[in-house]
């Protein structure tokens, strides 16, 4: 096991995983650029009130702190005890969005709370004590790939301090190969069971659709975005082979991408063969998943990426 360095202790110390509700010890304060503003504001009037006797500075001094004080603590007490709990995407494509839901339960309501990680932010109140926001995160490449450090934290109700927690969860997303069309008549071929014969109706577009086959007319009358269908020969029983395709790793894994898509959504068989990997033929949900995981971790390097 790596060692890790001292600014990754250092924030293994700082951040929580989540699950658990945020405790005193890891929530942090920190002012802002208002908040600054604030206190000198309110030094200047103490210094003022001091050199001059101004009792007017005095009380406006002291009436400016005791509302710092109040924002302070309200804004502290906002986040206390804020149970964050990660919800993963069920499916990402390498080139799309992982859509991580970020679950916020206060127990009682909770304003104006914001989500950071991984360029992208949210912000949410919890009326009833529990919402959740999503984070639109990045998926530019394949693979397993950790999930970012999240900041939670509110500045709510002066906007004079932030009042923050870390989250760092050990958790990895799984990002599936960007599915690749086809465009060779041989690689068509090669895949029986795709050739379309006659046209028998529409369906939902499902990720890895050709342009060419999504309804376009269809979703400018109704705004559903629907892909055509045809009859295909049922249950071919076939094998999707890396060694079969051309181009460099990352395409070929696409196009194999493509083809489990359209496999399963034709009701095949088929079986997944990567170099050191085998995935014995099967269909359904559970086939497809499995072939995708096998494509996402595998590594063109010739280590072995996924169990058959």
């Not at 709990?85 to 969005?97: D, S």
């Not at 304003?111 to 992208?120: I, K, P, R, S, Y």
């Not at 086809?182 to 028998?200: C, Q, V």
């Amino acid at each position: 096991m790596a060692r890790l360095t001292l600014g990754e202790r250092w924030w293994r110390r700082l951040a929580m995983a989540p699950g658990t509700p945020l405790p005193q010890r890891r929530l942090f304060l920190l002012p802002t650029r208002f908040g600054l503003g604030w206190a000198v504001l309110v030094l200047l009037l103490l210094l003022f009130g001091i050199n001059y006797q101004n009792t007017l500075a005095y009380v406006l001094a002291f009436w400016l702190f005791g509302l710092g004080v109040v924002a302070l603590l309200r804004a502290w007490r906002n986040l206390l005890g804020v149970t964050p709990t990660l919800r993963l995407p069920q499916e990402v494509f390498a080139g799309g969005e992982a859509r991580l839901g970020v679950v916020l339960a206060g127990g009682r309501p909770r304003t104006a709370l914001e989500l950071h990680g991984g360029g992208v932010s949210a912000r949410l109140d919890l009326p009833e004590g529990q919402g959740e926001a999503v984070l639109a995160l990045p998926a530019p490449r394949r693979g397993e790939q950790p999930l970012p450090r999240l900041r939670l934290e509110t500045r709510w109700p002066l906007g004079l301090v932030r009042a923050l927690a870390w989250l760092q969860s050990d958790e990895r997303l799984l990002v599936y190969p960007r599915p690749l069309e086809e465009d060779e008549p041989e690689h068509r071929h090669a895949g029986a069971g795709l050739e379309a014969t006659d046209f028998a109706g529409l369906r939902r577009a499902e990720p890895g659709d050709s342009p060419a086959r999504l309804a376009w007319k269809q979703w400018s009358r109704t705004g559903v975005l629907a892909a055509k269908a045809f009859s295909l020969p049922p249950r071919q029983q076939l094998w999707l082979d890396y060694d079969a395709c051309r181009g460099d790793p990352e395409r070929r894994l696409s196009l194999l991408c493509a083809r489990v898509l359209a496999h399963h959504r034709a009701g095949d068989r088929y079986g997944l063969r990567l170099p050191g990997v085998t995935l014995p033929q099967g269909e359904g949900p559970h086939q497809r998943r499995v072939a995708l995981e096998a494509l996402a971790r595998f590594s063109p390097s010739g280590d072995r990426g996924a169990e058959s």
